[in-house]
């Protein structure tokens, strides 16, 4: 079995959320769990296996702003449901109207062996492309936010290790594995990613991405960190680009409603459906 991936941005299933229920009772009942620090891997392993609710369906605003300050913005509706043999997401913006219907379907399986699976449709087209399992670098809805920052970083692919601690969150330095760094490189577009962690929520609170090609890094934020129904949710993130010490673009979404365990028919997690948004289930 492999460890949930960590994710970044819209599905908030595991990067940004936690019970606090559950967090309470982990620490009462063993305390020991963290009486050592664990390694760099286990931590982020604890990031990305955290409970979060068995479904999550939340509509944000995703807007986009240019070296010139003109901004986009787009509202996108998501839900994401947990499966016994993984995880499934779907997204799909709700305006503007030209864009209404994009959609983007991932499938994150837990094994080992089975390629995780993602999905875009253009309505423009009418199409449904499958996104290659191997490349997972493209930009998702014309943000900073990539395919990989959304269905999530397989932490199997990094080797990890601590650099000192910042503001009370532990860092974690993550670099592509050697003995396979092209394939990894081609898949997700990273030579190296810093992890800034709140241990006790365990949520990641800053990132910072070196991006393979066009001497670029990418920082990530996240803010209006609140507690709903037991879990700690980031209700607003932001992703810059910059090349050469400049930002050349920047995306920020903020959440504007969030509910968890909200019950879905898996009919709606299907290729069948994507365009269709919630009206037709």
């Not at 991932?106 to 499958?130: G, H």
Request: glycine residues 6%.
């Amino acid at each position: 079995m492999k460890t949930r991936s960590v994710k970044t941005i819209l599905s908030f299933s595991r990067v940004v959320c936690v019970s606090t229920a559950l967090l309470l009772t982990l620490v009462s009942a063993s305390q020991f769990v963290y009486a050592d620090k664990p390694s760099a891997r286990q931590l982020m392993d604890d990031v990305g296996d955290r409970y979060a609710g068995k479904t999550r369906t939340q509509v944000g605003t995703l807007l986009l702003i240019d070296d010139r300050n003109k901004k986009r913005t787009r509202q996108i509706h998501e839900i994401t449901k947990d499966h016994s043999d993984g995880e499934k997401l779907l997204s799909f913006i709700e305006s503007p109207a030209e864009l209404k219907g994009t959609s983007f379907l991932a499938y994150e399986w837990d094994e080992t062996s089975r390629s995780d699976e993602n999905w875009l449709y253009l309505p423009q087209l009418d199409k449904v492309k499958r996104l290659a399992t191997n490349d997972e670098s493209g930009y998702f809805f014309g943000s900073d936010f990539t395919y990989a920052d959304v269905s999530g970083l397989d932490m199997e692919d990094f080797d990890h290790e601590y650099a000192n601690p910042e503001e009370g969150f532990e860092v974690v330095v993550s670099l592509p594995k050697s003995t396979d760094a092209r394939r990894i490189l081609n898949k997700y577009g990273y030579k190296k990613v810093q992890f800034w962690v709140d241990a006790e929520k365990l949520i990641v609170v800053k990132a910072k991405y070196w991006l393979k090609e066009g001497h670029r890094i990418k920082f990530f934020t996240a803010s209006n960190i609140v507690d709903i129904n037991g879990i700690w949710t980031v209700k607003k993130m932001q992703m810059v680009m910059t090349q050469g010490g400049k930002m050349i673009h920047a995306s920020v979404y903020d959440v504007k409603d969030i509910k968890y365990d909200v019950p879905y028919q898996d009919e709606i997690f299907t290729t069948h459906a994507l365009g269709k948004g919630l009206t037709q289930h």
